[in-house]
Structures are given as C-alpha cells and as structure tokens.
C-alpha cells in the first residue's frame, strides 16, 4: 500500500523569504501523480502544484515549485517570496495512474508567515 | 476550472435526526465521488467512494448504514448521517472527479450535532 508522509507539522517563514515543505512517499507503481494541496482558513482544499511522475522536469506554478525526486520518493515545494496569504495547511498527497483517481494523503504542514 | 458546490455550509440538529450533504459538480461530469471527513489540525479521512449508477464503497471502519452515500446522476451525490450524535459532528468535505487527471474539491460542510 502507498503511503505519504510529510514530517513537519509546523513550519514558520518570514515574509518575502523561502521556505521548503518536505513529502517523502512509498510505492511500488511507477506511473502515479503527486499533488500539493492548499486548505486554508476558509477550509477549501485548494490545488497548488502537480507533478507526473514519468516527467523528470519539475513542476512550477509562479512562486511554487517542486524538487521531484523519484529514485529518492521525495516530493518538497517550494515558495519563494512568502506572502500572508500563504499561511495555510498544505497537504502532499499521492494517486496511482491507475483506478478510481483515489488521493493518498500526507498529514500536512502548517504554514505560519511572520509580517 | 472546474467547481464543486457543496450544500449547506454549516449545519446544527439534534441528537437522533438525520442530515442530507449534497455535493454537485456544475460545470463537468463526475463519474466518481469522494467523501471524506476531517477533524480539526488533521488530515482529510476518506469515508467512501461513490460511483454514479453504483453502490458506494465505503472504507474500513465507516458505518454504511450510519453515513448513506447516494450518487444518483453524474452531477449530484449526497452523504446522509442517520440518527446522528455528537460524535458525527465534524468537518465533511466532497471531492469529485471526472475526466481530468484529479479531484475538485468542495467547500465543505461543518455539522454540529447537538
């Protein structure tokens, strides 16, 4: 069975800096996608980036980005010039390339910016 | 992009009534549907997965016959909590799926069993 960990609970960055949230992930599949979710206070869970896993080229999305390593199951992103809008709950989550478009989950960072 | 509406919002009953969520896909056909439920700080718990036409599969440790799951059309599912109690209340949130290669989510609904 797949699994997704993201081992930071809480991650804390200045306004205007970088900051990097970790994803480490387990699977035997080698076609999947990996996501990175944001769900702020409002609670809608928002898309922030998506990778495939058979591109070698990192995903970007403006200010976010991801290192994609697949050898190592490592899936961090970036966000460069942290903005208050930022803070949020980010989740790293994982799907097969195949079935029903299931989403595992990682237990999420929470993302705290300082003005 | 595509939005899921989600319906109500907010929702307060008493202990023992029953409480329909309905979630609708408005701008896309959506073949699967996910339930998932949320506790505060935690990550999204997936209830069950509903296929339109089809019975819902419901994951270990959810009460089938506590959290109906109908998905009646390629638009609209709806998660009914039976007799509901206090420890129902929570965070539901809806996710449907369809043709692209990921779910939309919907904004959610807080019920509070009283």
């Known amino acids: 069975a797949q699994t997704v960990t993201q081992s930071q609970p809480e991650m804390s960055v200045q306004e205007a800096e970088t900051v990097t949230l970790s994803c480490t992930y387990d699977?035997?599949?080698?076609?999947?996608?990996l996501f990175w979710y944001k769900q702020p206070p409002s609670r809608q869970m928002i898309l922030v980036i998506r990778q495939e896993a058979y591109k070698q080229q990192n995903a970007t999305e403006n200010r976010f980005s991801v290192n994609f390593q697949k050898a190592a199951k490592s899936f961090s992103l970036k966000i460069s010039d942290s903005q208050l809008g930022d803070a949020a709950m980010y989740f790293c989550?994982?799907?097969?390339?195949?079935?029903?478009?299931?989403?595992?989950w990682g237990a999420g960072t929470k993302l705290i910016i300082k003005p | 992009g595509a939005v899921v509406s989600q319906h109500p919002s907010r929702v307060i009953c008493k202990s023992g009534t029953s409480v329909k969520i309905e979630c609708r896909s408005l701008d896309f056909q959506a073949t699967t549907m996910f339930w998932y439920r949320q506790f505060p700080k935690k990550s999204l718990m997936l209830m069950a997965t509903?296929?339109?036409?089809?019975?819902?599969?419901?994951e270990q440790g959810v009460e089938k016959d506590k959290f109906l799951i109908n998905h009646a059309s390629l638009t609209l599912s709806t998660l009914t909590v039976t007799s509901a109690h206090p420890e129902d209340s929570s965070f539901y949130i809806c996710s449907a799926a369809g043709g692209y290669n990921e779910q939309f989510f919907g904004p959610g609904t807080r019920l509070t069993v009283l």
């Open positions: 989550a994982y799907r097969s390339a195949f079935g029903n478009y299931q989403l595992i």
């Open positions: 699977t035997s599949e080698s076609d999947y996608y």
């Open positions: 509903s296929n339109e036409g089809s019975k819902a599969t419901y």
